[in-house]
């Protein structure tokens, strides 16, 4: 029952997901006021996930219907089970396990491969496109991502988040590094990839492909794959903060440092997202292949310094 408990409630699904459409809105919120707009009530995200719930799922005769269908309840699973691990072993570092810092990380690279095989299915020559997109985008920042994340298991010497958190309750945030500084540099922008945001929303590019990669679906699938978007809005800062930033800390006062650290995080993806334009893919890769495995490779030599 506690595990049923912890996936579908808290830290699970229903906090995550309310937690989620709150920053998603929050997001929406500051672009509003960068562009000198008011920007949408709080309760926004929500309306807009009940509405495409109760509407009418069409799905694409020349696609496959079971794939397609079956494709964003992965994600959305995925997004969950991280949200759980995440959750507790933040709460609680002793129900972390050696190696589910790993086992993170595959599970963040599944919504996106859920997206591809699921828009791949649907039969849409542009959603295609913006399939390849997207794995041409996922193969680009996977690599400097994990070389960020190995930043932290060289300084830690453990691959278990709660060994992590230790680690910096006692010797301090990695963010006090200068390795940590470049790692967690290029960890946000591999970040602001994942979550399909400018300068990296090059699979959806309304202007260009129409919706792209989510162009065919409706309904309650499409709510589920934006729902998911705005849990990852959540999850990823928390990750960030949980390797770079001493992790959460909700005891005493801990949740207010925690609620800053968040908000700085989610600020600085936001100001990202509306100070550049979108690339194209070719820019996009060679930004990832070039610049910021560069930066993490010096972060990582760094790190092996002590430094």
């Given at each position: 029952?506690?595990l049923?408990?912890?996936?579908?409630?808290?830290?699970?699904?229903?906090?995550?997901?309310?937690?989620?459409l709150?920053?998603g809105?929050?997001?929406r919120?500051?672009?509003?006021?960068?562009?000198?707009r008011?920007?949408?009530?709080?309760?926004?995200?929500?309306?807009?996930?009940?509405?495409?719930l109760i509407?009418?799922?069409?799905?694409p005769?020349?696609a496959?219907?079971?794939?397609?269908l079956f494709a964003?309840?992965?994600?959305i699973?995925g997004?969950?089970?991280?949200?759980t691990l995440?959750?507790?072993?933040?709460w609680?570092t002793?129900?972390?396990f050696?190696?589910?810092?790993?086992v993170?990380?595959?599970l963040?690279?599944?919504?996106?491969?859920?997206?591809i095989i699921?828009?791949s299915?649907?039969?849409?020559?542009l959603?295609?496109?913006?399939?390849?997109?997207?794995?041409?985008?996922?193969?680009?920042?996977?690599?400097?991502?994990?070389?960020?994340?190995?930043?932290v298991?060289?300084?830690?010497?453990?691959l278990?988040?709660?060994?992590?958190?230790n680690?910096?309750?006692l010797n301090?945030?990695?963010?006090?590094?200068?390795s940590?500084?470049?790692?967690?540099i290029?960890?946000?922008?591999?970040?602001q990839?994942k979550l399909g945001?400018?300068p990296?929303?090059?699979?959806?590019?309304?202007?260009?492909?129409?919706?792209?990669i989510?162009?065919e679906?409706?309904?309650?699938p499409l709510?589920?794959?934006?729902l998911t978007?705005?849990?990852l809005?959540?999850?990823?800062p928390?990750f960030?903060?949980?390797?770079f930033?001493?992790g959460v800390?909700l005891?005493?006062?801990?949740?207010l440092?925690?609620?800053i650290?968040?908000c700085?995080?989610?600020?600085?993806?936001?100001?990202?997202?509306?100070?550049?334009?979108?690339?194209r893919i070719?820019q996009?890769m060679?930004?990832f292949?070039?610049w910021?495995?560069?930066?993490?490779?010096?972060?990582l030599?760094?790190?092996y310094?002590?430094?």
């Amino acid at each position: 029952m506690k595990l049923i408990f912890y996936f579908l409630i808290f830290p699970g699904f229903l906090f995550t997901a309310v937690a989620g459409l709150l920053t998603g809105w929050l997001d929406r919120k500051i672009t509003a006021r960068v562009q000198w707009r008011v920007g949408p009530p709080w309760y926004q995200n929500f309306a807009d996930i009940i509405k495409l719930l109760i509407k009418e799922v069409i799905v694409p005769r020349e696609a496959n219907k079971f794939v397609f269908l079956f494709a964003p309840l992965v994600g959305i699973a995925g997004t969950t089970l991280v949200a759980t691990l995440l959750g507790l072993a933040n709460w609680n570092t002793e129900k972390s396990f050696i190696g589910d810092l790993v086992v993170l990380w595959y599970l963040l690279t599944l919504p996106t491969i859920a997206l591809i095989i699921g828009s791949s299915a649907s039969g849409n020559p542009l959603a295609g496109v913006g399939a390849s997109r997207e794995m041409k985008l996922l193969l680009s920042y996977e690599l400097p991502f994990v070389i960020s994340i190995l930043v932290v298991v060289m300084k830690a010497k453990t691959l278990s988040l709660g060994g992590i958190i230790n680690y910096q309750g006692l010797n301090g945030a990695f963010l006090n590094h200068l390795s940590g500084i470049i790692a967690f540099i290029v960890a946000l922008f591999c970040v602001q990839a994942k979550l399909g945001l400018v300068p990296f929303d090059i699979p959806e590019a309304e202007t260009e492909l129409a919706g792209g990669i989510v162009i065919e679906y409706s309904g309650a699938p499409l709510a589920l794959i934006k729902l998911t978007k705005n849990m990852l809005m959540f999850i990823l800062p928390i990750f960030l903060i949980t390797l770079f930033w001493g992790g959460v800390h909700l005891r005493g006062l801990g949740w207010l440092w925690t609620l800053i650290k968040y908000c700085v995080i989610v600020l600085l993806i936001t100001l990202i997202r509306n100070t550049n334009p979108r690339l194209r893919i070719d820019q996009a890769m060679r930004f990832f292949w070039l610049w910021m495995n560069l930066l993490a490779i010096i972060a990582l030599i760094l790190s092996y310094k002590g430094l």
